[in-house]
């Protein structure tokens, strides 16, 4: 199952079901099914907090994602910043909910295996994140 919540800040305007498709055909593409997975949208101060609760890090980010799967079987908590992810929106001109997808997709990427930290990481996730929005224009699915 998986959800979406929010925590301090207003809920995003999502097309939770059709997201939810678009995800589990994502992870299909991996070979992995999708088990108990939540997003948690927050502000920048609540991500900050959990960074450094959790990571030990003193930054701000867009997200933040717990893995906890098993087996084929993704799990995991995905906590998503929409302060950021505004913020990120309109540095690299972008619609916000265009930003947003990028940020919910990369956090099930993560989820399947794809890392962005080591050298050539970064190209390889946004290469997988492009691929994963086509599939979701080409769907139609959040017109």
Known sequence: MITYSSEGI???????????RWIKTVASDYGKITG?????FVSDEKILEV??????HDYYTDIITFDYD????????IIISLDTVRSNAELFKKEFKDELHRVIIHG????????????????KMEACEN???????NSNQLK
């Open 36 to 40: 108990e997975i939540g997003y948690l």
């Open 131 to 137: 691929k994963a929005l086509t599939m979701l224009i």
């Open 51 to 56: 960074n450094k609760q959790y990571l030990g």
């Open 10 to 20: 207003k809920m995003p305007r999502i097309r939770k079901r059709d997201i939810t």
């Open 70 to 77: 098993e087996g084929n079987t993704i799990n995991g908590d």
């Open 108 to 123: 099930i990427l993560h989820l399947c295996g794809i890392n962005d930290k080591g050298p050539g990481e970064r190209e």
